[in-house]
């Protein structure tokens, strides 16, 4: 059985750093100076607390790494760049602060597009990838998302988050959690929509979902690329009832990406860690084991691209 999720019991509180002047805050459990680091990287409208469920027993193994990403959190919400180029860059001067590297890199949903980013930016950062349920692999994706990204929808949110709403949620959850009750997915969505309760997160919101989706779609895609990952060690895990980001996605990377691993879970929608976190942590911790980190830098892309 895994331990409490509660990251605070378990010793693992939020720290906080100043990268560019900006406010960054993470949670971080090392495991000794011997142990491969985790990077995990959370979705949109996420934090690191996502991890809860997984992040206490993965840091008995590795030293485990998961930021709040600008825009989310308790991290800074400055008027500037989300995309996931600059989310990439700032994972990369964030090891660099902490001293820690390379990685093996766990992104979900929006993270996993971040994820890719970073090893397409930076591979000498990246020993392994893990995608979960992840973005950026194809056009399709929940329609409110896309819904949200049309002209005007900021205007249009506080409407739908307001404060009262918000407190009376939080109010339910807890009596549930009283209660003994467990819905472990309905909570991780409750906790995204509560946050876009601030206008400051729905700011930040907005300009990162625009990022990289407009009412059609996704409009970022590693597809073409996903060839480069071919001499990088890669796990798919993804939930057949995903209703955000639709299971043939998966399907569709493990074909791209010669010798990938793809682990679909029967009965879990989009956020596996949340709703079978002692199977990720399993997956998780094989693939770290049974698998040789990436090495050589820019010189396994180099021969993929020559070879193309």
């Not at 956020?271 to 990720?280: A, C, D, N, S, T």
Request: with cysteine.
């Amino acid at each position: 059985m895994l331990p409490s999720g509660n990251l605070e019991l378990m010793g693992i509180p939020l720290r906080h750093v100043t990268l560019h002047g900006h406010d960054v805050t993470y949670r971080l459990a090392e495991a000794g100076p011997d142990a491969p680091a985790l990077l995990l990287i959370h979705g949109l409208a996420g934090n690191s607390r996502t991890w809860k469920d997984v992040m206490p027993a993965l840091a008995a193994e590795f030293t485990v790494l998961a930021p709040d990403l600008l825009g989310h959190g308790e991290s800074a919400k400055p008027v500037g760049d989300y995309s996931l180029g600059a989310f990439a860059s700032g994972l990369r001067d964030l090891l660099a602060k902490l001293g820690i590297g390379p990685v093996t890199v766990i992104g979900h949903s929006l993270g996993g597009g971040v994820a890719m980013q970073l090893a397409y930016q930076h591979p000498e950062l990246v020993d392994r990838l893990v995608l979960i349920g992840s973005g950026g692999l194809g056009r399709e994706v929940s329609w409110l998302l896309r819904l949200l990204t049309l002209p005007g929808a900021e205007y249009l949110m506080p409407l739908f988050f307001p404060p009262l709403v918000v407190d009376r949620g939080n109010e339910l959850g807890k009596a549930i959690h009283e209660r003994g009750w467990s819905v472990p997915h309905v909570g991780e969505m409750w906790r995204a929509y509560a946050s876009l309760g601030q206008a400051e997160n729905r700011r930040a919101f907005v300009r990162t979902l625009r990022s990289v989706i407009d009412p059609g779609g996704q409009t970022v895609s590693a597809t073409d690329r996903l060839y480069l990952a071919a001499a990088m060690p890669t796990l798919i895990i993804w939930g057949d009832q995903d209703g955000i980001i639709p299971v043939e996605h998966a399907h569709a990377a493990h074909a791209a990406i010669p010798h990938s691993r793809l682990e679909i879970l029967e009965g879990c929608g989009h956020f596996p860690h949340v709703q079978q976190p002692e199977r990720l942590v399993e997956l998780v911790t094989d693939f770290v084991r049974t698998t040789t980190p990436l090495e050589g830098g820019m010189r396994p892309f180099r021969a993929a691209l020559l070879d193309a």
